[in-house]
């Protein structure tokens, strides 16, 4: 196997046990969401197979006597000159360590949005249930135990009210 190949092979190995697929399964909502990324699980699996299958295995090497015995060894030993003179060149990868830093700082970037992400669904979800609790209770619910809860509001109307301010 040339070191390229085997290589590619090797990442998308380590790739496929790194990828939370039922995590992020769980984060899709609509049913188009979860048929795609169905889609996407089953190509990135075609694809990781058939590196796996296709790249780590070393070529079966060439049995040259079986050709001379058939052919001759004149045009054999031509065939078997021109092919051991063949030089694949390596594959040198230039682009990982320019991009590198850059996916590594999305990464960051990454959790960083999440964490705020989910404070703001907690605070988020904190507000549903005040809101519920208070459209259970509006229809009794006086003034003064609105204002206990919300004492921004108080204050402030009580300021407009001192300051002879009816908001027209």
């Known amino acids: ?10 990442v998308a190995f380590k790739a496929s046990r790194t990828i939370d697929w039922e995590g992020m399964a769980k984060v899709l909502v609509t049913d188009e969401a979860r048929r795609e990324f169905s889609n ?12 796996q299958t296709k790249f780590s295995q070393e070529p079966e090497p060439i049995d040259w006597d079986m050709y001379r015995k058939g052919i ?13 003179s063949i030089e694949i060149p390596k594959y040198v990868d ?3 360590p320019e991009y590198k830093p850059k996916f590594d700082a999305l990464l960051v970037e990454l959790k960083e949005a999440e964490q705020k992400s989910l404070k703001e669904s907690e605070r988020l979800e904190k ?3 005040d809101v519920q ?3 259970k209770k509006l229809s009794t ?3 003064d135990e609105y204002f206990e809860k919300h004492p921004e509001l108080k204050k402030k109307f009580d ?3 001192r300051n002879d301010y009816w908001g027209y």
């Open 1 to 10: 196997m040339s070191g390229a190949g085997k290589k590619v092979a090797d």
């Open 133 to 135: 609790e208070i459209s």
């Open 159 to 161: 300021d407009e009210i």
């Open 141 to 143: 619910m006086t003034a």
């Open 40 to 51: 996407l699980r089953r190509a990135f699996d075609e694809v990781n197979t058939q590196l």
């Open 127 to 129: 507000e549903i249930v």
């Open 94 to 96: 230039n682009v990982t």
């Open 72 to 84: 001759g060894s004149g045009i054999v030993d031509m065939y078997k000159e021109a092919y051991d």
